[in-house]
């Protein structure tokens, strides 16, 4: 049986030798330009149960979960998405939703590409198979948004209106962030079950599931607390600092996810240290190979030249 120490430490080699905050950086990026897709999608959904100007008052409770400047990009979509809303599940909502589900899933489609590359496993699943799963993670990102808004940003302004005893407060409060960590920990567990191209395991939960879900949690909520106290982005972006903050929180969460992925391949015995072995030698003949063309062209080129200064030189004595 592996140890803890043991078992961290290869995932940690796994996910340095397929690029992992080089991964995290690109899907952080198509994530971002996904994002507003879903958001989209998400507050269409929440709009056929709440105005827009209810939605309106309870976006800035965002901000107990996202940077300040990243919260400010992401609330001011969501009021102009919410102010146009119809509120009706009409042919128009419909279609919206169908086309920003089709652009959120290009996102959701490269994140499950780099859990499949944490595995080190080839991906020979038809296209269909790939579409069906990208497709199915994007709604259930949907979902798992529309329920986190509503339990960060809908059931404190329940919880006021209602006259409960402190004591039946700070208990639902406690229950409310449970429901929501529970919801992190099963969209994560649902991903490590679809997006490797290998059986799925036998348990949902598993230690690499937990392990990213904690990671995402602290890197999240501590990245958050820097930028909101001790980050100077708004000195050095200026305008863009929103932009900015909201891109390096994706990569801080997708990065937790990745390395959780590496240690889940390896809790499947998928990664080995004979697996990790054969890769990095793979990776080292391929550099090593890539060196000698660059040596043999750089010869070559040495070769011309030299070529080249003889016949100028027989050129000029005739």
């Known amino acids: 049986m592996r140890s803890t120490i043991a078992t961290a430490k290869l995932a940690w080699q796994q996910a340095s030798s397929h690029q992992a905050p080089l991964l995290a950086a690109g899907v952080a990026f198509y994530t971002f330009t996904s994002l507003f897709p879903a958001v989209i999608a998400a507050i269409s959904l929440y709009a056929l149960f709440a105005s827009p100007q209810t939605i309106a008052d309870q976006v800035d409770r965002i901000q107990d979960v996202l940077p300040a400047d990243a919260a400010s990009i992401v609330t001011d979509q969501i009021q102009q998405v919410a102010e146009t809303s119809t509120g009706a599940l009409g042919v128009t909502t419909v279609i919206a939703l169908a086309i920003a589900l089709y652009s959120a899933s290009g996102g959701v489609s490269n994140l499950l590409t780099a859990v499949n ?36 940003a809908v059931a404190p302004a329940i919880f006021s209106i209602i006259d409960i005893v402190p ?121 090593d190979a890539e060196r000698a063309q660059l040596q043999i062209e750089g010869e070559i080129d040495t070769f011309i030249k030299v070529l080249d200064d003889t016949q100028g030189r027989r050129h000029d004595t005739h």
């Open 117 to 152: 590359t944490m595995y080190g496993l080839g991906d020979d699943r038809s296209f269909v198979k790939r579409k069906a799963l990208a497709y199915g993670m994007t709604a259930a990102a949907i979902a798992f948004a529309v329920v986190a808004v509503a339990l960060v």
């Open 167 to 287: 004591g039946v407060r700070i208990a639902a409060e406690v229950v409310r962030w449970l429901i929501l960590i529970g919801l992190v920990i099963a969209l994560i567990a649902m991903m490590y079950r679809v997006a490797p191209n290998r059986p799925s395991p036998h348990r949902f939960v598993t230690r690499g599931v937990l392990a990213a879900s904690a990671l995402w949690i602290i890197a999240s909520v501590g990245f958050s607390v820097y930028v909101n106290n001790f980050g100077s982005y708004g000195e050095t972006y200026g305008a863009l600092a929103g932009v900015v903050v909201l891109l390096l929180w994706l990569w801080v969460g997708l990065y937790a996810i990745l390395f959780g992925a590496a240690l889940q391949a390896v809790e499947e015995n998928v990664v080995n240290q004979r697996t990790l072995t054969e890769d990095l030698g793979s990776a080292q003949s391929r550099t």
